[in-house]
């Protein structure tokens, strides 16, 4: 599908990641899709319409934030880029607010949470009620 759209001159982001696995003592990588099930199109009316016309995709999900959706995709793409080790995080995370001080992730905004004794940042994707977590030293955050 994001072929297709690429090739009628629309926009879209299909986030994936690179990952190892293992089976019979051999190795071997794998892209897989960060949130499986989703292509977020960017495109008119029309791109939508040949989109669902296209038999590959089942179902058009209203946007009623789309700055929001694009800040959150956004900072979903600087973790990406940034080969930043993450995680996927498959529910809404609830914590503390905070904003990335210094790195290469500075300024970004999400929730805090811990897990197994790390303090874990984790961007939302408040319409797939999913995210990224990234792993962090809690000295780089500050709480808003």
């Given amino acids: 599908m994001a072929w297709e759209v690429l090739r009628s001159g629309g ?16 190795s071997w990588k794998a892209m897989l899709l960060l949130f499986p099930g989703y292509v977020f199109l960017c495109g008119d009316a029309g791109q939508r319409q040949r989109a669902l016309e296209s038999n590959r995709v089942a179902n058009a999900l209203p946007v009623a934030d789309q700055a929001k959706l694009v800040a959150e995709l956004s900072a979903i793409r600087r973790v990406l880029v940034s080969k930043k080790g993450f995680d996927p995080y498959s529910s809404l995370a609830q914590g503390k607010t905070c904003r990335i001080r210094s790195g290469p ?8 949470v811990r897990r197994k004794g790390r ?15 990234v792993e962090i030293d809690a000295e780089m955050l500050d709480p808003c």
């Fill in 105 to 112: 992730l500075a300024g970004l905004l999400g929730r805090v």
């Fill in 119 to 133: 303090t874990r940042f984790v961007l939302n994707v408040t319409m797939l009620g999913q995210g990224v977590a």
């Fill in 11 to 26: 926009g879209y982001f299909l986030p994936m990641y690179e990952t190892v696995r293992t089976s019979a003592r051999r």
